[in-house]
């Protein structure tokens, strides 16, 4: 159940600890920084998101920039929420960036105005456990993972709740804070960064859950929250699987045989093939920031990708971003003495996996992806 008010609050439980991932903290740490440590993201990526000499730096030294600039701006990260036996390896790819991203961040942000420091996290997600017609805040002061506690943002969740405009927001209640497992499955990789980056105590997070919407909602809850989203102080996490395929999920589509090419004989793509093609449309209209074809993709194949409407939200928000700030670009002054360093987001999925891979009626499987949106730093 969820209220209007966050005028009580609580600490958030690791409610999951002990079952979705372990409940040592010591065990969790060492886990979680092997994920880190394998995910390999492209050269140029890490490289533009991050300095020679920081990149080099190991996790506790406080990084030293030098003389040297970044060229893109992490703003958004897209993670699965499975047990971390099965998707923690795929989220490492995006939490690896964002340890660059706050490594650099933080300690470049006293010596150059141009580069922000982000200072609160938003973590969009779904809601499994409770209906919900509309979306919610969490109602927590406090985030509990055995590798630290986050604190959250108060004052971002108090102005979220007074925000004009049609789409309000509620206040999650303890319980279904607590049983939602899609945002928690992000606290303890956010909290082992923080900690390793000795910044546990100066970022914030606030936990937003988005619930059964229509595309109207979507289009209303993004328009809301564009602007402070858009905020360099801010980075935003959207936690979503993708295509949960089997008989025990409802959803199993199989593909069409097809006439191969040099005999009659008919050929069929195997189910594990079919099923990363279809997460591959929906992936490929998120890369290309169309909120709208993506709503009609998920209206004629149904795939069953659990975040979709936080996907949404946070697209119908990018989009109107987009547009204002084009819109402010073309109207701005051609003489400027402070050059800009706002320029169009990109995203890009750098991971993709299966629980396993179907080639039988019989299984079942869930899909994962990993995804950085960057904006391009134009100002030299």
Known sequence: ???????????????????????????LGKTLEKFLSQADLPT?????????SITATTTTEEPNVG??????????????HAGYSYSGPTAAYSYRALRHELASSSSSSSSSSSLPRISTIVVLHPSHHVYLNGCAVSGAHELETPVGNLVVDSVLRDEILQLPGGAKFSVMSKDDDDHEHSGEMQYPYIAQILQSLQMLD??????????????????????????????????????????HWGTRF???????????SGNNSQEVMPIHEFIAQLDRRGMDLIAAQT??????YLKETRNTICGRHA?????????????????????????????????????SFVKYAQSMAVTSLRDSSVSYAAALATRKQTAI
């Open 291 to 296: 909120p709208g074809a993506f709503a009609e």
């Open 311 to 347: 996907v949404a939200v946070w697209l119908r928000a990018v989009e109107l971003c987009s547009t204002n700030n084009a819109a402010a670009t073309a109207t701005a002054a051609p003489a400027t003495s402070t050059p800009s360093t706002s320029s169009a987001l990109e995203i």
């Open 202 to 243: 100066r970022v914030q997070v606030l936990p937003i859950m988005c619930g059964s919407l229509s595309t109207s909602q979507e289009i209303s809850y993004g328009r809301v929250l564009a602007s402070i989203l858009d905020r360099p102080e801010i980075l935003t996490v959207i936690s979503t699987d993708f295509c």
């Open 67 to 80: 003389g040297a600039r970044k060229t893109l701006f992490l703003r958004a990260i897209i993670c699965p």
């Open 44 to 52: 140029l990526t890490v490289e533009a998101l991050c300095p020679p």
């Open 250 to 260: 409802q959803y199993s589509p199989t593909p069409l045989a097809s006439l191969s």
């Open 1 to 27: 159940m969820t209220t209007s008010s966050s005028s009580s609050t609580y600490v958030r439980s690791a409610y999951h600890a002990g079952s979705w991932y372990q409940d040592d903290s010591r065990a």
